[in-house]
């Protein structure tokens, strides 16, 4: 048999065991919505690292931060300082984010502006912003998946047939497993990446070098600066380190998947010591860059930073080996992929069409549109993946810049009583309109700082200074004028 | 809201001061520690000492957490 057989026959035998998992598990539950997307609200501690995991490392994790290491150097470490804050982050957030969830219901990032701030139009803008930078994070996955059976086939299957056989998977995936069905998933594509991760990462440097000592010996003496900040770029400093860090620390719990998945939890206490625990789970992100770095002197000159990974474990290794390390990258990419569609999916039927359209519609029919538009969804993100060519961090900042906007609406209005609808607004608006403005304009970084730190530190300063100027309506949780409350599911909370 | 309480806020500063605002004072590759460039050691210690400046927080939170339970006995 030829190799990239062996290998494409090995990752479809983890995809499908992946997929068998995620079916079984949700098997015995029935699929409503609030089964669907948040899981019956009943996920323990290990559940909810489960999801959490899953959806944070990604093909990012995988691909992505050995790229830039292959390619930037130095800057991209600051992915590993963001990692711990980011959970120091949620420590805060997510508990009160949790009890707000269950207290009113809530399903979605959406609803919860809609409950805080008594406007429709405002969940509608925060449903518009979470599926926007949704798209180009599930391009990432698909792009992932592509670049994996492209070097798994050794040239075989081109980039763009493996994406659509990859877009094609991750819909039917999503289709039939629900968020339950993700979390199980996950523990098959964890334990693979863990092996994978810590396998690759300490063998490929001990095949070229001899060592992880040794490798860093060598090059820091071929490449002085590589491994520092600015690396290989000419910008990216640190000035440009701490606002990146700040940006992605504050903004990821802000993407909508990982907001909702705290609606899965059973405690708030469960996400309390999740945030404790998650930083020690960073431990393989360390070994994605040693990779990286081992490849930027034994495989000089490669056109995608992307592809360092999985080049150098083909150069390495056999190919039934390729095909785990394939088969873990096309799991991960798919759980994540699952998980943003099935949120950015309820999102958009949830509080952007049915407010729009059809005020009336009943929770079995927003689950039953939300499947429909999982496939536009996936559509969307596999058009950009086939046109567009960004790297993985790139595409990843992107996201970021848009989605951290939402920060100054959720933490002001969890801990503050006096901001108001219209300030939270108009800074979401600042906040996006300064992001696109700098990123279209080439200005990112601008003037050393990541453009969409610049672009959160405004709308901070918009929404505080429109909150002083325009009247209290609204006080806190609860406290919402039934007349405006949020049309919700069952009882509709208790508002007391 | 509860607002978390002071100490567990200041205690959540402590990372972000040793791995984000401090960058300049540690970005070096020199002196490497077990193999490792200062600057990746560094992060990577933070990993470890993370979890532990938020034990710290989780003490002092849970005690005055209102988690669940309380709430939840409206009916009784």
């Known amino acids: ?496 | 809201m509860k607002r978390p309480s002071l100490g567990a806020i200041l205690l959540g500063l402590i990372p972000f001061a040793a791995t984000c605002f401090s960058v300049s004072l540690w970005d070096r590759v020199d002196p490497m520690v077990l193999g490792l460039p200062f600057n990746f050691f560094w992060l990577i210690a933070w990993l470890v000492l993370t979890p532990l400046c938020m034990w710290g927080a989780y003490r002092l939170e849970v005690p005055r957490a209102s988690d669940g339970r309380r709430e939840e006995g409206g009916p009784q």
């Not at chain 1, 670049?147 to 039939?176: K, N």
Request: aromatic share 12%; charged share 10%; glycine share 12%.
């Open chain 1, 1 to 496: 048999m030829s190799p990239s057989i062996v290998a494409l026959a090995i990752i479809s035998t983890i995809v499908a065991i992946g997929s068998l998992v995620g079916f079984v598990a949700r098997f015995h539950h029935k699929m409503d919505l609030e089964q669907w997307t948040v899981g019956g609200r009943g996920f323990g501690l290990v559940l909810v690292w489960l999801l959490m995991a899953g959806e944070i490392y990604t093909t990012f994790t995988f691909l992505g931060a050995s790229g830039w290491a292959y390619s930037r150097g130095g800057p991209v470490l600051y992915i590993l300082g963001y990692l711990p804050l980011m959970y120091v982050v949620s420590f805060y957030i997510l508990p009160p984010i949790w009890e707000a969830g269950r207290r009113h219901r809530l399903q979605t990032q959406a609803d919860f502006f809609h409950m805080r701030y008594g406007s429709p139009f405002l969940a509608g803008c925060v449903a518009f912003v979470g599926v926007a930078c949704l798209i180009p994070y599930l391009q990432m996955q698909i792009t992932g998946l592509g670049l994996i059976v492209e070097v798994a086939s050794y040239g075989g299957i081109p980039r763009t047939p493996a994406m659509i056989i990859a877009f094609a998977l991750v819909g039917a995936f999503v289709f039939v497993s629900g968020v339950r069905g993700v979390a199980w998933a996950s523990i098959v594509k964890d334990l693979l990446l863990l092996f994978a991760a810590v396998f690759i990462g300490i063998a490929v440097p001990r095949i070229y070098y001899g060592g992880i000592g040794p490798m860093f010996a060598a090059l820091a003496h071929a490449r002085p600066g590589h491994l520092t900040m600015p690396g290989a770029t000419k910008d990216l400093g640190h000035a440009w380190y701490i606002s990146s860090v700040m940006l992605t620390s504050l903004g990821c719990y802000m993407w909508p998947q990982f907001f909702a998945a705290s609606f899965t939890a059973r405690s708030g206490k469960i996400l309390r010591r999740n945030a404790v625990l998650m930083p020690l789970y960073g431990i393989t992100m360390p070994l994605m860059f040693i990779v990286g770095f081992s490849a930027v002197l034994v495989l000089p000159g490669l056109s995608n930073g992307d592809l360092s990974l999985m080049t150098i474990v083909r150069k390495s290794f056999p190919a039934w080996f390729l095909g785990i390390v394939g088969g873990a990258g096309a799991l991960t990419a798919m759980v994540a992929a699952a998980i943003q569609l099935l949120t950015g999916a309820t999102l958009c039927v949830k509080n952007l069409c049915r407010p729009m359209l059809a005020p009336d519609m009943g929770d079995a029919q927003v689950a039953k549109f939300s499947k429909m538009m999982v496939l536009v969804l996936t559509s969307g993100a596999l058009l950009f993946a086939i046109y567009s060519s960004s790297s993985f961090v790139s595409l990843l900042l992107v996201g970021y810049a848009g989605i951290a906007q939402i920060f100054p609406g959720v933490v002001l209005g969890l801990f503050s009583k006096r901001v108001t609808t219209a300030g939270v607004l108009a800074g979401l608006v600042t906040g996006i309109f300064v992001a696109v403005f700098l990123m279209l304009t080439g200005r990112d970084p601008y003037r050393g700082l990541n453009a969409g730190f610049v672009a959160l530190c405004l709308n901070f300063a918009v929404t505080g200074v429109v909150s002083l100027l325009t009247p209290v309506r609204i006080a806190g949780f609860g406290e919402t004028p039934p007349s405006l409350a949020a049309p919700q599911s069952g009882n509709g909370g208790d508002l007391t």
